[in-house]
């Protein structure tokens, strides 16, 4: 796991009283936490050994000697990297009023390069490379997503399209479920939501993993319904608030995840994508003059 200092940050939201006493622990001196004992962090936190083991299992390792590795690896690279072991993030990005124009592009673009620090740090190279060897070997690719993430899931459709994989997407939701009762074992469903509680979208998980199928589940960090369904969690940083205004950042984030797996895709088998790449671009090329004419004649 990287940066697992960043991840309990994102984690904390959706942590238990007990789980967040732990967490402020660590997050207080990261540095005094390499050298506690477990039942040091237990009666720091008031908690108990077990409770700090299960803290450590939600985070996917398999216990407190695991933990300090990942902590002593996090905080080393930090010293080394001048970087700020304690980083926070404002956890909700919304619109303000009566701002300047000008107040309102330095505001978008600091915060999506905060975002996409953040998103940098939470991604696990294995976990991309895995889903790209699932996204390779899979029968027939099935991806969902609404709203927001439906545009997410449009692209990644258009990519592996690209890519002469065989992928399926619709933006209605009914045939989103009806395509996810057709799935068996060999396929996979890449299921896309922001919130990972889109009841929709958990009923399409739902389906997807009765009839066999893998499932890979883009969501923010945190034990959301989705990825206690997922065989592959890719996380997205936790930037907005749920109720929000419009899905700026996690909509930036899933679509970087997209990108990161097309271009692990092309890259690792460039030999077998090449000439597919090719004739889809000649055949793109081929109608836009035509595209252009048209639209200028409506003019």
Same mark, same amino acid.
């Given at each position: 796991? *990287?940066?697992?200092?960043?991840?309990?940050?994102? +984690?904390?939201?959706?942590?238990?009283?007990?789980?967040?006493?732990?967490? &402020?622990?660590?997050?207080?001196?990261?540095?005094?936490?390499?050298?506690?004992?477990?039942?040091?962090?237990?009666?720091?936190? @008031?908690?108990?050994?077990? &409770?700090?083991? %299960?803290?450590?299992?939600?985070?996917?390792?398999?216990?407190?000697?695991?933990?300090?590795?990942?902590?002593?690896?996090?905080?080393?690279?930090?010293? *080394?990297? #001048?970087?700020?072991?304690?980083?926070?993030?404002?956890?909700?990005?919304?619109? %303000?009023?009566?701002?300047?124009?000008?107040?309102?592009?330095?505001?978008?673009?600091?915060?999506?390069?905060?975002?996409?620090?953040?998103?940098?740090?939470?991604?696990?190279?294995?976990?991309?490379?895995?889903?790209?060897?699932?996204?390779?070997?899979?029968?027939?690719?099935?991806?969902? #997503?609404? #709203? @927001?993430?439906?545009?997410? @899931?449009?692209?990644?459709?258009?990519?592996?399209?690209?890519?002469?994989?065989?992928?399926?997407? *619709?933006?209605?939701?009914?045939?989103?479920?009806?395509?996810?009762?057709?799935?068996?074992?060999?396929?996979?469903?890449?299921?896309? &939501? +922001?919130?990972?509680?889109?009841?929709?979208?958990?009923?399409? @998980?739902?389906?997807?993993?009765?009839?066999?199928?893998?499932?890979?589940?883009?969501?923010?960090?945190?034990?959301? &319904?989705?990825?206690?369904?997922?065989?592959?969690?890719?996380?997205?940083?936790?930037?907005?608030?749920?109720? %929000?205004?419009?899905?700026?950042?996690?909509?930036? *984030?899933?679509?970087?995840?997209?990108?990161?797996?097309?271009?692990?895709?092309?890259?690792?088998?460039?030999?077998?994508?090449?000439?597919?790449?090719?004739?889809?671009?000649?055949?793109?090329?081929?109608?836009?003059?035509?595209?252009?004419?048209?639209?200028?004649?409506?003019?």
């Amino acid at each position: 796991m *990287n940066n697992i200092i960043v991840y309990i940050q994102q +984690y904390a939201q959706s942590m238990t009283t007990v789980e967040k006493r732990i967490a &402020s622990v660590i997050l207080d001196d990261p540095q005094e936490a390499i050298e506690m004992k477990i039942v040091d962090v237990a009666k720091r936190s @008031a908690t108990s050994a077990g &409770s700090v083991t %299960r803290f450590c299992q939600r985070l996917g390792l398999s216990g407190y000697a695991e933990f300090k590795l990942e902590l002593a690896k996090d905080v080393f690279l930090s010293k *080394n990297q #001048g970087l700020n072991v304690n980083l926070q993030s404002n956890p909700f990005i919304d619109i %303000r009023e009566s701002l300047e124009v000008s107040e309102v592009i330095q505001n978008v673009m600091t915060t999506v390069g905060r975002s996409l620090d953040l998103l940098n740090r939470l991604t696990n190279p294995e976990h991309i490379e895995l889903a790209v060897q699932k996204i390779k070997n899979a029968k027939k690719v099935f991806i969902a #997503g609404i #709203g @927001a993430s439906g545009l997410v @899931a449009l692209d990644l459709y258009q990519k592996l399209l690209r890519l002469g994989i065989s992928a399926t997407y *619709n933006v209605e939701i009914h045939l989103q479920v009806v395509t996810a009762c057709t799935l068996s074992k060999g396929d996979l469903a890449y299921i896309i &939501s +922001y919130s990972g509680e889109t009841p929709e979208i958990i009923s399409i @998980a739902k389906e997807a993993k009765k009839q066999g199928a893998s499932i890979i589940g883009v969501s923010r960090v945190g034990n959301t &319904s989705l990825l206690k369904l997922a065989d592959l969690a890719l996380y997205v940083p936790d930037t907005e608030n749920i109720c %929000r205004n419009g899905a700026f950042i996690s909509r930036l *984030n899933q679509m970087m995840i997209n990108d990161m797996i097309f271009y692990a895709l092309l890259s690792q088998y460039y030999e077998q994508y090449q000439q597919t790449i090719d004739k889809t671009w000649q055949g793109v090329s081929a109608i836009a003059p035509k595209v252009s004419a048209r639209a200028n004649n409506k003019g």
